[in-house]
């Protein structure tokens, strides 16, 4: 019961699905649409979505972000490469006996892995059991392999990191990627620490797309600038 119950909190985060004319299905319609714009000098078709920290809402934006780019018609991949506190499974309520980490370890064959969410166009691979050596394996050969693969087959291949100053995960993971996507929290993440997690990223040669600000309290006469407080 309390496994149902965190899954049911987790899905809850699908805001884009639960309520696609809200204000905040709105906000990620909007970062689409910058992304498509940021898109003039060559196609983006893998974009990582990592924080500086943890709780800062990148695995909410990375599920949403996918929601709103598959209902435009793309076929979109989510790879839950946080191998060390994984939630796509829950927030999408599917099994995570097989994901990533397995097919990694040659334990399953792609089509075993990545699953269908239910939802047209988007399809998840999850992160598979927890395995001792995270950074091993997203820095394997068979990583690299895999990228190349989905990209063969997904119009977009959105992957959720662990936090840039947590580990070096997200910094491997970020050479894959054609660009990424940093979300802060309001009232939380300090400049200092934005700016550092900046910092790294640019080191891993990353394309930085761009700032995501979640949480920010809006006052109800301020509503109409929404779409501008909250991404930039």
Do not use: W
Not at 61 to 73: E, R, S
């Amino acid at each position: 019961m309390l496994k149902r119950n965190k899954g049911a909190a987790k899905q809850r985060s699908l805001i884009a699905l639960q309520n696609p004319k809200s204000t905040i299905t709105e906000q990620y319609k909007t970062i689409r649409t910058n992304i498509e714009f940021s898109q003039v000098d060559g196609t983006l078709k893998s974009i990582m979505v990592t924080s500086s920290g943890s709780g800062e809402g990148k695995s909410t934006t990375a599920a949403n972000l996918a929601i709103v780019m598959a209902q435009q018609g793309k076929k979109v991949l989510i790879i839950d490469a946080d191998l060390r506190k994984p939630t796509m499974h829950y927030t999408f309520q599917l099994p995570n006996n097989d994901g990533l980490t397995t097919l990694l370890t040659n334990q399953t064959k792609s089509y075993e892995a990545v699953k269908s969410t239910g939802l047209d166009n988007l399809f998840i691979l999850t992160s598979g059991p927890i395995p001792p050596n995270p950074a091993e394996l997203l820095s394997s050969a068979a990583m690299k392999s895999l990228i190349k693969q989905v990209l063969s087959r997904f119009d977009l291949v959105l992957i959720d990191s662990p936090p840039v100053l947590a580990v070096t995960d997200a910094q491997l993971i970020a050479s894959y990627c054609d660009g990424t996507i940093l979300v802060v929290r309001s009232g939380m993440t300090e400049k200092e620490v934005s700016v550092k997690a900046k910092t790294l990223l640019e080191k891993a040669k990353t394309r930085i797309l761009g700032v995501v600000l979640n949480a920010k309290p809006i006052a109800k006469r301020d509503r109409y600038y929404y779409y501008y407080s909250n991404e930039s």
